[in-house]
């Protein structure tokens, strides 16, 4: 019974973590450009530029501290610090005026907070958890930037721009304080401390490995560029109002939620390879189907594609890394930073698209090519795998 208890205790204290760490910067990204201009007077060729640095910061430490945190397999105590740097920048962020403070207080200290969902999720894979929980818990991180940004825009549309500072030092502190908790229970759990592993060079050798990583950063660049131009597509080329937009991307990101908690089931009983090809067909519909809408109500109703697509891509594509990479901060490194370099594509695939006559409805229609690329690649090199056992 008392195990029972604490097993519960366990999944609970996990719940609070995997939420406020994705919390805290489903409300601090909303706000960061405009925290910025009101607070520093930056001008938008600054926020620019902070903003660039900024995330070069989070991709240098997002490689390096669970890089580190593989070498002595222990991924706890860096979240403590990580989860203190927080708290330190959002100090920092509210006793100065100076721009150049702030820069290198995002640069320094905004980089490390945002590696807490990587160290958690690599402390899952060390423990021994399966892929279902795994998704499990990135379902919770979703749902958590389902509600930071409206979260962020009410506390500050009500209680004005300096609010938001507050509230990112209580998330923050909550932070601290499971981190706290969860290395206090590390000693309860168990852990694969005596399991060997490759070298980090070795693990980076490899084209297979390499084809995974780039697989899935041109897919997240899909889905970045494709929401990135979302209410530009609503507004001009379906000429509707853009609620609309709001509408769609608010549906897509809470039918994300049931569709990681689906797909986590689904893990159990079906090859991981027959659910990402599902997954990958359903984003080439969903892209093709869209660049032929001419309604916005045909892009709402499309929408359970987009949330299946996503899922597939954020839920078992971190599982499939935690597979093809066997050090967990590594593995969980590389995938969150699939993220940032498909955002850096993303910017370019629509750059190069903006001279075409329907610019934006020319960017769904990439997405769809090079998600069908990737489709038709991962088959084609499967097919070769089972020729060559043969």
């Not at 999720?121 to 919770?140: D, K, M, N, S, Y």
């Not at 994300?256 to 090809?277: D, F, K």
């Not at 969150?336 to 594509?345: D, E, Q, S």
Request: hydrophobic share 55%.
């Amino acid at each position: 019974m008392k195990t029972e208890t604490v097993q519960r205790q366990g999944k609970a204290l996990w719940l609070v973590a995997a939420w406020f760490w994705a919390l805290q910067f489903a409300v601090l990204n909303p706000l960061l450009a405009v925290l910025l201009v009101t607070l520093y007077d930056a001008t938008p060729a600054e926020v620019g530029w902070v903003l660039g640095l900024y995330n070069v910061g989070g991709f240098a430490a997002s490689l390096l501290i669970p890089t580190l945190a593989d070498r002595s397999r222990n991924y706890l105590r860096p979240l403590v610090f990580c989860a203190l740097g927080g708290v330190a920048l959002v100090a920092v962020l509210a006793v100065t005026t100076s721009l150049p403070v702030v820069v290198l207080a995002l640069v320094i200290l905004g980089g490390p907070p945002g590696v807490g969902s990587t160290l958690l999720f690599a402390q899952l894979r060390h423990e021994g958890a399966p892929p279902a929980q795994v998704i499990r818990t990135r379902a919770i991180v979703s749902f958590a930037w389902v509600i930071g940004p409206p979260l962020a825009t009410l506390v500050t549309g009500t209680a004005g721009s300096p609010a938001a500072l507050p509230l990112l030092a209580g998330i923050g502190l909550v932070n601290v304080v499971t981190a706290l908790l969860l290395l206090r229970r590390r000693g309860t759990i168990r852990t694969d401390d005596a399991t060997p592993r490759p070298r980090l060079l070795v693990q980076l050798r490899g084209w297979n490995r390499w084809g995974v990583v780039g697989a899935f950063t041109l897919l997240q660049a899909t889905n970045i560029a494709t929401v990135t131009i979302a209410t530009l597509f609503v507004t001009r080329d379906l000429q509707a109002p853009i609620i609309w937009a709001g509408i769609t991307l608010g549906a897509a990101a809470l039918l994300e939620i049931p569709a990681l908690l689906l797909i986590g089931r689904l893990q159990e009983h079906r090859s991981v390879r027959l659910l990402l090809a599902g997954g990958w067909v359903c984003g080439v519909a969903y892209y093709g189907f869209v660049a032929l809408a001419h309604e916005p109500w045909q892009l709402l109703v499309l929408q359970p594609l987009n949330a299946w697509f996503f899922a597939t891509v954020a839920g078992l594509g971190l599982t499939v890394f935690q597979d093809v990479f066997p050090s967990p901060g590594l593995a969980s490194g590389l995938f969150t930073n699939t993220r940032r370099a498909g955002a850096v594509l993303a910017g370019l695939l629509i750059a190069a698209l903006g001279s075409f006559p329907a610019p934006y409805r020319a960017v769904y229609i990439a997405a769809a090519i090079i998600a069908l690329t990737v489709l038709a690649t991962a088959a084609a090199v499967t097919t070769r795998a089972r020729d060559a056992a043969r």
